[in-house]
């Protein structure tokens, strides 16, 4: 699938507020019908969501992906938690980050790679309230000398 077309479904914006991405990995998730129909109208939520390992398995908890509307019977509970497919190792590797370093893992993004829906897993941690301030004043101080660049050049 070299030439595969990427479509992105919906980001995790507040992630990169609230963490430091150390690693990120792409992950295929297990889905329903309706949950795809309804993710091709880009009705999904990464907000509030993580990942746990459970039991040797790599699961998606609190995404929310709105019922579809012509789904009726079929339409599957909005924030069930969801499988992730990596294979063994990764998961048992992510899964020693995560219990002795301190790492979080945390959706990032979620897309269209070619018909299949993919899930980019951030390896996370956590940013102290002294590193976000820092971030918010670094980003105002690019964009003023962004602003004052492009007054000069006027």
């Excluded at 301190?102 to 940013?127: A, E, R």
Aim: proline fraction near 2%; charge should be positive; glycine fraction near 8%.
């Amino acid at each position: 699938m070299a030439n595969s077309s990427l479509k992105t479904i919906a980001q995790n914006k507040k992630a990169f507020h609230d963490y430091f991405v150390e690693e990120s990995l792409e992950a295929g998730i297990e889905l329903c019908g309706t949950e795809v129909k309804s993710l091709r109208r880009g009705q999904c939520n990464l907000k509030d969501s993580w990942c746990s390992v459970v039991k040797g398995e790599l699961l998606l908890n609190g995404m929310h992906i709105s019922p579809y509307d012509h789904g009726n019977i079929f339409n599957k509970d909005p924030l069930r938690v969801r499988k992730l497919l990596l294979h063994k190792k990764e998961i048992l590797r992510l899964f020693g980050l995560v219990k002795q370093n301190g790492y979080s893992l945390i959706p990032l993004s979620l897309y269209f790679k070619g018909s299949l829906v993919k899930v980019q897993v951030g390896l996370c941690k956590g940013k102290k309230l002294y590193d976000k301030r820092a971030d918010m004043a670094a980003r105002d101080a690019k964009r003023d000398i962004d602003r004052a660049i492009k007054e000069k050049n006027r």
